[in-house]
């Protein structure tokens, strides 16, 4: 499980010795000073009509995002990447319409 937290050294002390009294953990590693990948899933449900689709396809291409679905009046989007991208990506799409966004939140792994 990967659980994002922001504060200074007392706060993710707390956090550290709440999580070890855990059952189920095994392990804590703090991924702030060690070279890491870190992602976000995010899919965007995006009204769309014939006329504009293959806009939002070419710009959902743009930045490496898939379509997942489409529909009549919607297209939907995955898109993996940071939270920057992912936003310049939810920006874009403003004009068309959003119609429904979820995002998983920070996943990471140490590189290596």
């Given at each position: 499980?990967?659980?994002?937290?922001?504060?200074?050294?007392?706060?993710?002390?707390?956090i550290t010795k709440q999580l070890?009294?855990?059952?189920?953990?095994?392990?804590?590693?703090?991924?702030?000073?060690?070279?890491?990948?870190?992602?976000?899933?995010?899919?965007?449900?995006?009204?769309?009509?014939?006329?504009?689709?293959?806009?939002?396809?070419?710009?959902?291409?743009?930045?490496?995002?898939?379509?997942?679905?489409i529909a009549p009046k919607s297209?939907?989007?995955?898109?993996?990447?940071?939270?920057?991208?992912?936003?310049?990506?939810?920006?874009?799409?403003?004009?068309?319409?959003?119609?429904?966004?979820?995002?998983?939140?920070?996943?990471?792994?140490?590189?290596?």
């Amino acid at each position: 499980m990967t659980v994002t937290v922001t504060g200074d050294e007392e706060v993710l002390e707390q956090i550290t010795k709440q999580l070890n009294k855990l059952i189920n953990v095994i392990k804590i590693t703090d991924l702030t000073c060690k070279k890491s990948i870190l992602r976000e899933l995010m899919f965007l449900r995006i009204s769309s009509t014939n006329e504009n689709r293959s806009e939002i396809i070419q710009l959902a291409n743009v930045f490496k995002g898939k379509t997942v679905d489409i529909a009549p009046k919607s297209i939907t989007v995955e898109v993996t990447g940071d939270e920057d991208k992912n936003n310049a990506f939810i920006e874009l799409m403003k004009p068309f319409g959003i119609l429904e966004i979820v995002r998983t939140g920070l996943t990471a792994i140490e590189r290596g």
